[in-house]
């Protein structure tokens, strides 16, 4: 019996798809996996049971990636399930910024005891006139799901469409409409595009990309769209060239001090993934990748251990073993499991940065004592019999 543990409310189209086999705890202690959406996990007590990880939506910065893979814990995300969704509040926030919709909302609001509304409305509108986006050269800076879903789609709303991303990935590049131009130097995008939206993971190296540099390359007329990560851009400099008339507007999903009622700035409620759609495919998506790591050892879109996959296991036996990308590993596994007389039938071991993840089917079950001497050797990080 497995068990697991939801951290948010998860979707229930997801958690029905877990078997009989599983229960479901209030706590994460003695949990075998846990669900996770927005809580913060970095000051909490992993405990032993924990096998996996995973967040249902792709952005994993509230989990302790690499505390989790030195307790030999694999945390999963779910690339794609909620592209849709952001993709669709992407083109909203073009649309919002062009045209200056929220102004002429709020300008509404403001005057609704007006009994000559109708008539003030037609004197009125020309102050929150805009500019259509067809035509208009759009930059998307990461060409994943979510960048080649606005990608392709803005094509087919008649703007010239620039895309870059030097570590596009082969699925991407074959999805990716062939009216994209690729683009090799990012500053190209910063120079001329009207509107520019980023769409790459939050790292060290990504950290406040759009700085006051590529800012400074930008025309008067550029809007910048931010539903990727906050942190992604300088909001500070970027708050000031708004205010400098430098920029034209900033549309960002997070919410914060330095952005909300600044000029130029429309901001929403970190609504990109909140729609019922793609709560429910991040569900899914995270159910069905804690199944298969529990249940055949396979790693499908983990952020902290690389890809590997079997498949179902048709031997009398399967070993998960998790440890560091270190020289000699596999040769002192096959040593210590020939001298048990286990013989191994197929393996396959993966590498991903800094842990390497190593999977073998085996032709008779391993025994407890096999299992202590493979956890022993330096550079293991745990030791998972999967059957």
Known sequence: MYKYSCLNPIASVGLELFSDEYEKIDSI??????????AAMHDMELPNSLLAVARAGAGVNNIPLDKCAEQGIAVFNTPGANANGVKELVFAGMLYASRDIVGGINWLLDNQNDENIAKTAEKQKKNFAGT???GKKLGVIGLGAIGVLVANAATHLGMDVYGYDPYISVSAA???????????????IYRDCDFITIHVPLLDSTKKMIGADQIAMMKPSTIVLNFARDLLVDEEAMVDALAAGKVKAYVSDFPNTTTVGAKGCIVTPHLGASTAESEDNCAIMAVREIRDYLENGNIVHSVNFPDCNMGACTTAGRIGIMHKNSKGMIGQYTTILG???????????KAKGDYSYALLD??????????????????VLRVRVVK
């Open 29 to 38: 202690d003695g949990a075998d996996a846990v669900l996770v959406r927005s």
């Open 132 to 134: 259509e986006i067809s």
């Open 174 to 188: 074959w999805n990716l409409s062939r009216s994209v131009r690729h683009i090799s130097n990012v500053d190209d």
């Open 339 to 349: 001298e048990a007389d286990i013989n191994v039938s197929d393996m396959t071991n």
């Open 362 to 379: 085996l032709d008779s079950p391993v025994t407890p004592d096999v299992v202590d001497k493979l956890s022993a050797i330096p550079g």
